[in-house]
């Protein structure tokens, strides 16, 4: 008997080449978890997303400042880093927000771990 394809159980979003993301994606197939993704390289982010997950998981968590966008910053938006700032320029430049994001609907997981994500879809706590 088929069944009907399983509904995504999570939105996944980052850049695609990335290869924090190329990680996550295998882990989610190998899992046979099902998502929806969103390329904010190609497409950006809006603010109230954003302002969403900041207030999830706060705007450090979010915050890439490990890449060579970060790097490639002024000393002037480097500094003084507070939640407005740190937002408008993870709308401006998406390749500062850490990935991937996945938001399953209870929980926002960020970045590429995997006992995180086998704690939230593998236990089914998703």
């Not at 980052?14 to 998502?35: E, Q, S």
């Not at 993704?37 to 982010?45: H, S, T």
């Not at 302002?51 to 480097?78: F, H, I, K, P, Y």
């Amino acid at each position: 008997m088929n069944h009907p394809p399983q509904p995504p159980t999570c939105h996944v979003y980052g850049i695609r080449n990335c290869d924090t993301m190329k990680k996550a994606f295998a882990w989610l197939a190998a899992h046979a978890v099902p998502y929806n993704f969103m390329d904010y390289g190609q497409v950006g982010v809006s603010v109230e997303r954003l302002a969403d997950w900041s207030r999830r998981v706060g705007w450090q968590c979010l915050l890439n400042t490990r890449g060579t966008t970060w790097r490639r910053l002024t000393m002037e938006e480097r500094s003084n880093i507070d939640e407005h700032k740190a937002l408008k320029l993870m709308a401006a430049q998406p390749s500062l927000i850490r990935r991937p994001v996945i938001d399953t609907g209870s929980a926002l997981l960020i970045g590429f771990e995997p006992l995180h994500y086998a704690a939230h879809f593998v236990t089914g706590n998703a």
